[in-house]
């Protein structure tokens, strides 16, 4: 009865994170569909995630020792939260949320591979025949054609997924660094990591308004505090439905991914239909196939 109750509770957490993973792609679709600029809507998303973090997570910054942190890291994921974010919406913006969601769900194994060649664990040939399912889903989904879009940008529209798969998964493999540097508390370590992404958000903010001449836009916060609601709760949920069910990690995992994948696809196709060729229905299930092997192998 224990173990049934505790896999209901994380099943909720799944969901509500998979829920709020969506909505955070439909915050960017609709931001732009009603003019906003949504890079300032993803600079505005920082300082709500630092502010939840600090007030949810309640990192120990009395007891944090400097000399024992990755600062390096810390700077780099810093920089390539806000870019990969922006890249994130562009693909969103030019290929639509399903593509988008399968490359952004699919840079989980990028960390595989990092897992049997930086972090020395076993190799598992089932992940490795999950990896080639995966890379044969990327290759089908996200479309490798020319867009029509004006000015030439969406020319080579496929660049925005596979860079949102590429950072995405570069992201998952820094983080893993970080937790696994214990002398630091994995919390502090997040309080940091997205205090160094607002500070970054606010210098590329100070760019677009000053150099870039861009107006500055007050929807843009109203966004950009739901976009930052949606995108904390989602890390939070994920983070709790682990910790309910510490012992079978596969079952949260597998949820959340095919989750969004699933949820993703029918956002896509209901409410903003998007248009899926034979090939990119064919990634998406190669994706669903390739998490499920993943998992369970």
Request: with cysteine; hydrophobic share 55%.
């Amino acid at each position: 009865m224990r173990n049934l109750a505790a896999s209901k509770k994380a099943m909720l957490y799944v969901l509500l994170s998979v829920v709020c993973s969506v909505t955070v792609s439909v915050i960017l679709k609709l931001a732009r569909r009603y003019e906003v600029d949504t890079r300032q809507v993803i600079v505005w998303n920082y300082p709500v995630t630092v502010l939840c973090t600090g007030a949810v997570l309640r990192p120990d910054m009395a007891g944090f020792v400097p000399a024992s942190a990755p600062f390096g890291i810390y700077l780099l994921l810093g920089v390539f939260l806000p870019l990969i974010f922006i890249l994130l919406s562009a693909s969103i913006r030019y290929t639509g949320i399903v593509r988008t969601e399968v490359a952004q769900r699919l840079s989980l194994f990028i960390s595989v591979i990092a897992a049997f060649w930086l972090f020395q664990e076993r190799l598992h040939y089932g992940k490795l025949a999950g990896v080639a399912v995966g890379f044969a889903a990327i290759l089908c989904s996200i479309g490798w054609h020319r867009g029509r879009s004006s000015g030439g940008v969406g020319r080579w529209v496929w660049v925005y997924p596979l860079a949102v798969f590429i950072g995405y998964g570069m992201v998952d493999v820094l983080l893993k660094t970080v937790a696994q540097i214990t002398a630091v508390p994995y919390t502090t370590s997040l309080f940091l990591i997205f205090s160094s992404a607002m500070l970054v958000a606010f210098g590329y903010l100070v760019y677009l308004i000053v150099f870039s001449k861009q107006r500055f836009s007050l929807n843009a916060i109203y966004w950009g505090v739901a976009l930052g609601a949606f995108n904390f709760a989602n890390f939070l949920f994920y983070m709790r439905a682990h910790r309910t069910l510490p012992d079978n990690p596969s079952i949260v995992f597998t949820g959340m991914n095919v989750g969004v994948i699933a949820l993703g696809t029918l956002v896509g196709l209901l409410f903003f239909k998007e248009k899926l060729s034979l090939v990119n229905k064919i990634g998406v299930i190669l994706a669903v196939v390739s998490v499920l092997i993943i998992a369970y192998s």
